[in-house]
């Protein structure tokens, strides 16, 4: 069963940042993209941000300009730094291995971790 590994969510006031990290088994790691999903409830989960394996990156409407995704593939790992958290950003942020359909559309690889709970409130 290959899975990521999710960490560092937790409390945090309106404004403030938290980084999530992500450690990767190396079998999907080095050839696929990486993204990060978050899911509120029983809602769908929702497609946060893209790294390619070569660098280029993707977010969502809702995060641009606040959150930044990176890797390092030397650690099989990958970060969300997220800024200026809102309390909307509340949910279970998730990693995974991610592929391109043909028809445009990142869809998920691996099989989901435990993900991590970013939780915004004052």
């Known amino acids: 069963q290959v899975q990521p590994v999710e960490s560092g969510g937790g409390l945090v006031q309106p404004g403030g940042s938290l980084r999530l990290v992500c450690v990767v088994p190396g079998s999907i790691f080095s050839i696929n993209g990486m993204a990060w999903y978050r899911q509120v409830l029983d809602y769908q989960r929702e497609l946060v941000a893209v790294i390619t394996n070569g660098g280029a990156t993707t977010y969502g409407d809702s995060v641009k300009g606040r959150f930044t995704i990176s890797r390092d593939n030397a650690k099989n790992t990958i970060y969300l730094q997220m800024n200026s958290l809102e309390p909307e950003d509340t949910a279970v942020y998730y990693c995974?291995?991610?592929?391109?359909?043909?028809?445009?559309?990142?869809?998920?690889?691996?099989?989901w971790g435990r993900g991590a709970q970013v939780t915004v409130s004052s």
């Open positions: 995974n291995a991610v592929s391109l359909s043909m028809y445009g559309n990142w869809y998920p690889l691996a099989d």
